[in-house]
């Protein structure tokens, strides 16, 4: 870490407030299949502009995953997202270390910055939205 | 009115298949004065194997009942060996943290062997439920609660009448006598573990087949309700495993009623911290005095 | 440095505050399974903050940690006098609790015409204060290790202090220690507070870092995981819960044939460790004998034959 670095870290967490909210944010639908290997997803993903329902092209993409039950302790390689034949449509296989609820996180760098959130239960044969508390028993 | 009867006569049904955890969870601590926190994932391992071949093999209830008992001692005795049998004595905190680390290990490997979300139980009974008067009881409920009734009241006849118990409420006692009067404690522990390990069996196999299914989560709900209604109801104390599990039910049928889930869960953590905060004995037993040695 | 290095290394820094924050009540002597409820207040507090107020990174940061020093002693107050293991069983009730409030709570302002913050059990999405103020990974991960650094040294600082040796005392027998005129009950809960503030500092980290909360995050897992990052790592000095963070999360990680058996090798480990070191690798006694060698490499004077030692003039 150069020093220069350091000092802009630091320069950042002194800052201003953020005052810039007016920034473009994204939203993202996302469905995902499993790919036929264990554990491999093929996802896509339609990214638009939040505000405005535009689709987001040009884009860099990449997408990695959390467990939301285990926090940071499976670090899943992040995967490029090749785009698709729509503008504002990606495509990524990402593979995962265990079945379960995984909150997917779809970076964006390129012209902006942004970051979507995505959680999705993954079986070994199918992919749903995830629920929304875990299962109790009820009786 | 009619709605507070029905909820209590619920809270107690499914209270019954608490106390039957906590007594496991009780006999345990009674034996060792060390909690087991895998003793919910030890039992979930029994319901596995036994969800297995009722899948796999169509195998009747007694089968997936009897092999549920197995796994689920099998289990216990792993526990045993690898988080409290090498610890030495008044090691009580670091058995605790062992057994902890020993429930992550066994709900992977449930999770890696059954890797789907819920997998099917044989259910008790079907059919409509029965009617009391102005009360609906359901007839899986029921069973649930006779058997665990009865299942109470054999260990209770076990400790009091047998020979076997009453060597083991000598270690409950004062394990240093015991052992010089010619008990062997090492093997009454053992007896005592797989005793538990069973009795958990059962009230898992009762609690899912109410449920018809069993999923990951199992493990950590089994432990929790075990372990709030021993702590209630008294460490160390028989009748106050059932008479916690009990109160727990009702507190939770009553709090459901009027809340809803989330907020009945948040009851039932409410009333341990309470019960630890203001009488940490619970309502039977007796509080803990002796400082718990660490494992240092 | 690659983005998925620098993820990694992200998550090991915040880690190890859950870790460094379980550990510090080791030093007391009480075991907590409950810290991750203040890793989740101090997480709420900071992006509400950042996000729904628009106060600076560090003004943020600050605010977690006070509110997770604050709880910390509020769930103290009635359970630090209490046996060790109804105090771990306490701990875990109290952050269980919290979770389950945590799914109640909502509290969303209105931003750009877009609904910001807590949401239950949906989470809190868009603390997006790194991408408004565009701080990069690297960026963030000098800001992580920064006041790690900082934390370290302060803890460091403890061990040599009359309040380290204090803790530790009351780690050991608290009636004696409270014999030997140390207020236990004030010390525990200053040790309280401390662990809940260093915990909430995390949690601010955690939040920022990944833009990103959800109640489910903050379950008995993650409290588990910070407590035995300390007892392998071991407890004789704050390096030990780094060394059980990094052998978690960076050799058990990067191993990839480990992958899908983690939890059964870390579990497994914790249990082995716990019975032939329960002090854990780093524990007090190793930590004792490789101060006397360093010492001894440094020419200060060694205990002699006697084992009397001569302090320098």
Known sequence: MTAIRLACALAAAIGLPAAAYAQTRAKADVTCRPSGTTLQYDCSIMLTNARTSEPLGGVTLTVGADMPSMPMMHNVRPVAATPGAQAGTYQARLTLEMHGDWALQLNLSGPLRDRVVTTLRFDPDKVAPAAKAPPRHKH | MVDFVQNTLDGVMTGSSYGLLALGFTLIFGVMRRLNLSYGPSIMIGAYLGTLVYVQLSAGPLVVIAVTLLGAVLAGLYVERLCFAPMAAGAGVASMVSSFAIWMQLEQAAVLALPRHTYPFPPLATGAPLNLGPFLLRVDHLIMLTGALALSACVHLLIYRSHFGLGLRAIINNPVAAHLVGINVRAAIVRAFALASAVGGVAGYLVLAVDQQVTPMFGMWATIKGLIAMMIGGLGSIPGAILGGLLLGVIEAHSQWYFGPHIRDLFAYLALFACLALRPGGLLGEALHEPFERGA | ?313
């Open chain 3, 1 to 313: 440095m690659d983005d998925y290095l620098v993820g990694v290394l992200s998550n090991i820094g915040v880690i190890s505050f859950i870790a460094l924050s379980a550990y510090l009540l080791l030093l007391i002597g009480a075991i907590s399974f409950g810290q991750q409820a203040f890793f989740a207040i101090g997480a709420y507090a900071a992006g509400i903050a950042t996000a729904l107020w628009g106060w600076p990174l560090w003004l943020a940061l600050g605010w977690g940690a006070a509110m997770g020093g604050v709880a910390a002693v509020l769930v103290g107050l009635p359970t630090l006098r209490l046996h060790g293991l109804y105090f771990a069983i306490a701990t875990l009730a109290f952050a269980e609790m919290v979770r389950l409030l945590f799914e109640q709570f909502r509290y969303q302002v209105t931003i750009d015409g877009e609904p910001v913050g807590p949401n239950g059990t949906d989470g809190f999405r868009g603390i997006r204060y790194i991408f408004e103020n565009d701080v990069g990974p690297l960026q963030f991960l000098a800001l992580i290790y920064g006041l790690l650094a900082v934390v370290l040294a302060g803890l460091m600082l403890l061990e040599r202090s009359r309040l380290g040796a204090a803790f530790r005392m009351i780690g050991e027998d608290p009636t004696l220690a409270a014999l030997n005129g140390i207020a236990v009950a004030r010390a525990q809960l200053l040790a309280a507070a401390l662990a809940g503030a260093l915990a909430g500092l995390g949690g601010g980290l955690y939040a920022h870092l990944t833009t990103y909360l959800e109640p489910r995050i903050f379950d008995v897992m993650l409290g588990v995981h910070g407590l035995a990052y300390g007892l392998i790592g071991g407890l004789g000095t704050a390096l030990g819960p780094l060394i059980g963070v990094l052998i978690d999360i960076g050799m058990l990680e990067s191993i990839r044939v480990f992958a899908g058996y983690r939890m059964i090798i870390f579990g497994g480990l914790v249990a082995v460790l716990l019975i032939v070191r329960p002090r854990g690798l780093l524990d007090e006694r190793l930590v004792h004998r490789i101060g006397r060698a360093c010492s001894g490499l440094f020419g200060r004077p060694r205990p002699d034959k006697n084992g009397a030692e001569r302090k320098p003039a």
